[in-house]
Structure formats: C-alpha cells, structure tokens
C-alpha cells in the first residue's frame, strides 16, 4: 500500500479516536462509537494488523458502553425519584455547562436536573435528591465512555507498535 495512503487512514483512525473521546462528554455526539469506527480504518493500513476477535470484542465493548450511556443515568434518576424532566435538564444542563469548562460540565448537569424536576412540580428536597442521581448516573456512564474510548487508543497506539 502507498506510504500516503497509509498515513491519511492512521490520521482519519486517530482523529476518529480523538472525536470518541470529545463525543463522550458532548451529548448527541456518539463518542465510543467513533472511536470503533477509528480502530476499524486503521485495520485497512498495513501497519496495524488486529486480530479478528480484537474488533470482534471491541465492537460488543461499544455496544455495552451504548447501552450503558441510555440505561445507567435513567436508572440513577429512578432510584433517586427523578422523571423525564430531571433528565432533560440534566442534559441541557451539560450542553449549557459545556461553555463554562470542566466545573461547568461537572455542575451543569445537576442544577439543570434539579431546576427542571422544580419546573415539573417537585418539591425541593425531591428535586436536589432526583438531580444528584441523574448527575451520578450520567457521570458513571461519562466516566465508562472516556475509559473505552481511553483503551481503544491504547489498543491503536499498541497495534501500531507491535
């Protein structure tokens, strides 16, 4: 294969890897998926050489990581007395917090819960119990992503080397 070619898919495979680690704190924006599809571009170059099972087990891995970003946030919400609006905040939450840096990242997505569970007719106490699990549950699955996504780079950085 062409020397050039090789190295614009190692380039589009690391910012694919780059755009996944972005995408797991910007919502609407899938960030495991990307980074999958990062490790498969790179497959097409010459200079890495993934077992079949690696993508196999990568592609069940971004799948679980999709499953957890739905299921693990609604999931603290419920066990916290949250509804759909503490959701909803949440994630405007995190879209406002997402121009304030990491404070606003971290903080946006509680205060967007609980402003907008105290819209939906809760009680304040209920509102700032619902927040904090929609906030537990959607830090726990960020964190899951950014991990993923942290060990796809490292599986690409690896195959790359050996």
Same mark, same amino acid.
Request: aromatic letters at 16%; charged letters at 10%; one cysteine or more.
């Given at each position: 294969?062409?020397?050039?070619?090789?190295?614009? !898919?190692?380039?589009?495979?690391?910012?694919? /890897?780059? +755009?996944?680690? *972005?995408?797991? $704190? %910007? &919502? #609407?924006?899938?960030?495991?998926?990307?980074?999958?599809?990062?490790?498969?571009?790179?497959?097409?170059?010459?200079?890495?050489?993934?077992?079949?099972?690696? !993508?196999?087990?990568?592609?069940?891995?971004? /799948?679980? +990581?999709?499953? *957890?970003?739905? $299921? %693990? &946030? #609604?999931?603290?919400?419920?066990?916290?007395?949250?509804?759909?609006?503490?959701?909803?905040?949440?994630?405007?939450?995190?879209?406002?917090?997402?121009?304030?840096?990491?404070?606003?990242?971290?903080?946006?997505?509680?205060?967007?819960?609980?402003?907008?569970?105290?819209?939906?007719?809760?009680?304040?106490?209920?509102?700032?119990?619902?927040?904090?699990?929609?906030?537990?549950?959607?830090?726990?699955?960020?964190?899951?992503?950014?991990?993923?996504?942290?060990?796809?780079?490292?599986?690409?950085?690896?195959?790359?080397?050996?």
């Amino acid at each position: 294969m062409d020397i050039a070619l090789e190295i614009i !898919l190692l380039v589009i495979a690391w910012l694919c /890897i780059v +755009a996944g680690i *972005i995408g797991c $704190v %910007v &919502p #609407a924006m899938p960030g495991v998926p990307l980074a999958y599809i990062g490790l498969i571009i790179a497959q097409f170059s010459d200079c890495v050489d993934f077992a079949w099972y690696t !993508l196999v087990i990568w592609g069940f891995v971004t /799948i679980g +990581a999709l499953l *957890i970003d739905y $299921v %693990v &946030p #609604a999931w603290g919400a419920k066990q916290f007395g949250g509804t759909k609006w503490g959701m909803w905040g949440s994630t405007l939450g995190l879209l406002v917090g997402l121009f304030f840096g990491v404070w606003g990242v971290i903080i946006g997505p509680f205060v967007g819960a609980v402003v907008f569970e105290l819209l939906g007719g809760k009680k304040v106490w209920e509102s700032f119990k619902a927040g904090w699990g929609t906030f537990v549950g959607l830090l726990f699955s960020t964190i899951v992503k950014l991990i993923c996504c942290g060990l796809m780079a490292l599986v690409l950085l690896y195959g790359m080397i050996w």
